[in-house]
């Protein structure tokens, strides 16, 4: 078995009366790109949360790479390997493209940040950069501002912007929204190479082909509640969770439609 990078363990999570996480158990391995499905208003975002520690859990805990992090600052999870992208593109966005990904890919560069300002990172950060934007298909003019590019291209480079801080684990929240069909391509290629570089992942995305396509395994929650787990053959055939989720829209099943928002 491959090493475990990620636990969740029994955690819970209330905001007033409404549970959006009740006994929440997840393990992620390195290699693998674990999915994390569900209606909207599940809880899915809300675990994601939880694990880079921008909520506190109410009750249970958070092990990265066997080490108990449910206590520790956002920051510190993230410094330590845990990376993130959000559901909608969180950037500067009157700031340059330069800035934007410089910034963010701060964490693991040991010069630190003012060495941006002057240029380049080095030829590491270069060549890695060249590699990651050669497969996200597309070039830009680093002094652009980064809210002229098109949506898709934003969240492509989140995505980036999240791989060059050298993320053990990464949590990725519905990548393909929005997206057309070549750029949702260019998603799977960029979370392909995260596996090649050790990475384990976390994959929402309520787009079912991307989904089916690209996990090694599922966890489906629903009222805060994970009601299965398995590969992507055992969920399509789950009669709770066609139930639940993926029995909305038969299309869902034969793969390419898209299930909520
Ligand atoms: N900071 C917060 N304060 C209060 N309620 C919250 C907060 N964050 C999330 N919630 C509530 O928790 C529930 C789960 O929300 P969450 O965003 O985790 O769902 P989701 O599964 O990511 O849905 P979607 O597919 O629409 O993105 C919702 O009812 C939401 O309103
Ligand atoms: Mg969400």
Excluded at 87 to 99: G, H, M, N, V
Excluded at 121 to 135: C, H, R, T
Aim: proline share 3%.
């Amino acid at each position: 078995m491959a090493e475990v990078l990620l636990e969740v363990r029994n955690v819970n999570k209330a905001f007033g009366g409404v549970v959006t996480a009740k006994e929440v158990n997840m393990k992620v391995e390195k290699g693998e790109i674990h999915g994390l499905i569900g209606p909207n208003g599940a809880g899915k975002t809300t675990l994601l949360n939880l694990i880079s520690g921008i909520y506190d859990v109410d009750g249970g805990q958070i092990f990265f790479k066997g080490e108990d992090v449910t206590k520790l600052p956002p920051y510190t999870r993230s410094r330590m390997g845990i990376g993130r992208t959000f559901q909608s593109p969180r950037f500067s966005p009157r700031s340059s493209i330069r800035d934007n990904l410089l910034v963010g890919t701060d964490l693991d560069n040991k010069m630190g940040y003012l060495s941006s300002f002057f240029g380049k990172k080095g030829a590491d950060f270069d060549k890695e950069f060249e590699e990651l934007i050669k497969i996200a298909g597309f070039t830009f003019d680093w002094d652009e501002r980064i809210n002229s590019l098109p949506y898709g291209q934003q969240k492509l480079l989140e995505i980036i912007r999240a791989m060059l801080s050298h993320p053990t684990v990464m949590l990725v929240d519905e990548p393909c929204a929005g997206l057309n069909m070549e750029e949702q391509n260019r998603v799977k290629d960029l979370l392909n190479k995260g596996l090649e570089q050790g990475m384990g992942i976390v994959l929402i995305e309520h787009s079912m082909e991307m989904v089916m396509s690209v996990c090694h395994n599922i966890s489906v929650l629903n009222f805060g509640e994970i009601i299965a787990e398995g590969t992507p053959a055992e969920i399509q055939s789950n009669q709770q969770v066609i139930e639940a989720y993926l029995g909305k829209d038969e299309d869902t099943l034969a793969g390419g439609a898209h299930v909520g928002n």
